[in-house]
């Protein structure tokens, strides 16, 4: 076996990725590589290699899941939503089978196992937003997240900080967002804690009539799939607006000096 | 993965024992090991919003399940009997259980 | 009792003196004009968590709930993908899947080796 094959990715391979298949909506630019190497990086080889060799996963399996994490980002979400407004019958398709509709946008919930990832799993369902209904997801065990048509969670999802504040109060979290809905609109959590896994489709916004699928894709962002953001004309980057979470979580270890 | 294990059929696999639109209550039982049923909603009143698929009892909850099949449910829930002084009359929650967390209440 | 109590917090010599020499992507991306938001090795990460859950030696939900723990405490101040890393071989130390020296001696030969390439 070659070093490359018992090692996986080679620094050659792994760096320089300037385009990212299906990305994060943006195409980066081919960018140089950093001049350095750093201990995080050789730490990842590190424990990886000697993973491989204690006989905990193959190289092969490994890569299989690195190109796999590599290929999946939010643009194939923001293609099935404006797939479903543009197509009816497609939109009551996605709703009947979720995970069987994806297929239609290029996506396979089997992938790359057969059977899926040990977090994805095959139950994908859409969460249809109505003008008197918003969803907003999240998953408080642990942060399950709908990665094959999402991508790679954003760090703040996985926060403790919103998985225990977003369940509790949902609309001031929200606010910090800079979503701020009417109390007639009904805010429902979808608390992600077993197999299915979800996405919203929210209301497609005023001002989009003609549009094109793809013109209308770059409006669905990550943020209004979550449900933390809702689609508008010229919004097609998510920023998050710094509000301070008013009642912040403490942690572990703040709570053990105050009972110093 | 739990593809290759045998799902026997067993007492509590054979039919859904709850159908949507039934009122449900989120059993309290102790657990040993992580459990996927969260605190807050432990003796909480729903509903059955969806029946999703059969699976099998989750491995951190099978220390006194015998590996069976069972339903799935997602159960939706007022904000409002989720939590204290919770202001907003209509917002909701809903979440994923599996039958044996789950036993009917009356009309 | 059981395997799955809460990890044990106590720093790990090895991993703390990964930190505070600001390599963190964040910082250091930005000196060298490089735009994507990721380092490189964040996917490899995945891969290699993705690839201990299937098999069993470290289910998703159990590494989050460590991750958790860890994120908390004495990882708090370091950003997300490098924390995800620090938190992964922390847990792997803790249980016995890797030893600290072993871990030592294994990132000074990758170092060579990536520095000779």
Same mark, same amino acid.
């Given at each position: 076996?070659?070093?490359?094959?018992?090692?996986?990715?080679?620094?050659?391979?792994?760096?320089?990725? *300037?385009?990212?298949?299906?990305?994060?909506?943006?195409?980066?630019?081919?960018?140089?590589?950093?001049?350095?190497?750093?201990?995080?990086?050789?730490?990842?080889?590190?424990?990886?290699?000697?993973?491989?060799?204690?006989?905990?996963?193959?190289?092969?399996?490994?890569?299989?899941?690195?190109? $796999?994490?590599?290929?999946? *980002?939010?643009?194939?979400?923001?293609?099935?939503?404006?797939?479903? $407004?543009?197509?009816?019958?497609?939109?009551?398709?996605?709703?009947?089978?979720?995970?069987?509709?994806?297929?239609?946008?290029?996506?396979? $919930?089997?992938?790359?196992?057969?059977? *899926?990832?040990? %977090?994805?799993?095959?139950?994908?369902?859409?969460?249809?937003?109505?003008?008197?209904?918003h969803h907003v997801i999240v998953?408080t065990?642990? %942060?399950?997240?709908?990665?094959?048509?999402?991508?790679?969670?954003?760090?703040?999802?996985?926060?403790?900080?919103y998985r225990r504040r977003l369940v509790r109060w949902p609309r001031e979290v929200l606010a910090e967002f800079?979503l701020i809905l009417?109390p007639?609109v009904e805010i429902r959590i979808e608390d %992600?804690?077993?197999?299915?896994?979800?996405?919203?489709?929210?209301?497609?916004?005023? *001002?989009?009539?003609? $549009?094109?699928?793809?013109?209308?894709?770059?409006?669905?962002?990550?943020?209004?799939?979550i449900g933390v953001?809702?689609?508008?004309?010229?919004?097609?980057?998510?920023?998050?607006?710094?509000?301070?979470?008013?009642r912040?979580?403490?942690?572990?270890?703040?709570?053990?000096?105050?009972?110093? | 993965?739990?593809?290759?294990?045998?799902?026997?059929?067993?007492?509590?696999?054979?039919?859904? &024992?709850?159908?949507?639109?039934? &009122?449900?209550?989120? !059993?309290?039982?102790?657990?040993?090991?992580?459990? !996927?049923?969260?605190?807050?909603? !432990?003796?909480?009143?729903?509903?059955?919003?969806?029946?999703?698929? &059969?699976?099998?009892?989750?491995?951190?909850?099978?220390?006194?399940?015998?590996?069976?099949?069972?339903?799935?449910?997602?159960? !939706?829930f007022?904000q409002k009997?989720l939590w204290?002084?919770y202001p907003f009359?209509r917002d909701t929650l809903q979440?994923?259980?599996?039958?044996?967390?789950?036993?009917?209440?009356?009309? | 009792?059981?395997?799955?109590?809460?990890?044990?917090?106590?720093?790990?010599?090895?991993?703390?003196?990964?930190?505070?020499?600001?390599?963190?992507?964040?910082?250091?991306?930005? =000196?060298?004009?490089?735009?994507?938001?990721?380092?490189?090795?964040?996917?490899?990460?995945?891969?290699?968590?993705?690839?201990?859950?299937?098999?069993?030696?470290?289910?998703?939900?159990? =590494?989050?709930?460590?991750?958790?723990?860890?994120?908390?405490?004495?990882?708090?101040?370091?950003?997300?993908?490098?924390?995800?890393?620090?938190?992964?071989?922390?847990?792997?130390? =803790?249980?016995?899947?890797?030893?600290?020296?072993?871990?030592?001696?294994?990132?000074?030969?990758?170092?060579? =080796?990536?520095?000779?390439?």
């Amino acid at each position: 076996m070659s070093a490359a094959d018992k090692h996986g990715h080679e620094r050659e391979h792994a760096h320089g990725h *300037g385009h990212k298949h299906g990305g994060d909506g943006h195409t980066h630019k081919a960018a140089p590589m950093v001049e350095e190497i750093t201990d995080y990086e050789v730490l990842e080889i590190a424990v990886r290699e000697l993973a491989i060799e204690h006989g905990l996963f193959t190289a092969e399996d490994h890569r299989k899941f690195t190109e $796999w994490a590599e290929a999946v *980002g939010p643009a194939a979400g923001s293609r099935l939503v404006a797939k479903a $407004w543009t197509d009816p019958a497609f939109k009551a398709r996605l709703l009947k089978d979720g995970t069987e509709a994806c297929k239609e946008v290029g996506i396979d $919930w089997a992938e790359p196992t057969g059977f *899926g990832t040990p %977090s994805d799993y095959t139950n994908f369902r859409v969460l249809e937003d109505t003008p008197t209904l918003h969803h907003v997801i999240v998953c408080t065990l642990c %942060s399950c997240y709908p990665r094959p048509l999402l991508g790679m969670s954003p760090e703040w999802y996985r926060s403790t900080n919103y998985r225990r504040r977003l369940v509790r109060w949902p609309r001031e979290v929200l606010a910090e967002f800079g979503l701020i809905l009417p109390p007639e609109v009904e805010i429902r959590i979808e608390d %992600s804690n077993q197999k299915c896994r979800f996405m919203v489709m929210p209301v497609r916004p005023q *001002g989009t009539d003609n $549009w094109s699928e793809e013109k209308l894709a770059a409006i669905v962002t990550r943020d209004c799939m979550i449900g933390v953001a809702l689609p508008r004309p010229g919004r097609t980057t998510d920023i998050h607006p710094v509000h301070k979470a008013r009642r912040p979580v403490q942690s572990a270890a703040q709570h053990a000096r105050a009972a110093e | 993965m739990k593809k290759d294990k045998v799902a026997k059929s067993q007492n509590g696999g054979a039919r859904a &024992r709850f159908k949507v639109g039934d &009122r449900v209550q989120v !059993r309290d039982m102790p657990n040993i090991f992580y459990t !996927r049923t969260q605190n807050y909603v !432990r003796g909480v009143v729903g509903t059955i919003a969806e029946c999703t698929y &059969r699976d099998l009892i989750p491995e951190d909850e099978a220390f006194n399940f015998d590996g069976g099949l069972e339903q799935y449910y997602i159960v !939706r829930f007022r904000q409002k009997d989720l939590w204290e002084e919770y202001p907003f009359e209509r917002d909701t929650l809903q979440t994923e259980f599996p039958e044996h967390w789950l036993e009917p209440v009356g009309h | 009792m059981s395997a799955k109590r809460t990890i044990d917090v106590g720093p790990v010599a090895l991993l703390e003196a990964i930190q505070h020499q600001g390599k963190e992507w964040d910082v250091i991306a930005p =000196r060298y004009g490089v735009t994507n938001p990721n380092p490189p090795w964040k996917s490899s990460l995945t891969g290699t968590c993705e690839c201990l859950s299937v098999g069993g030696t470290l289910p998703a939900l159990e =590494r989050r709930k460590a991750e958790d723990v860890l994120a908390d405490s004495i990882y708090r101040e370091v950003p997300a993908p490098e924390r995800d890393l620090l938190a992964l071989a922390h847990i792997l130390l =803790r249980r016995g899947l890797v030893t600290e020296s072993d871990l030592a001696e294994r990132m000074h030969t990758v170092r060579s =080796r990536l520095q000779a390439g």
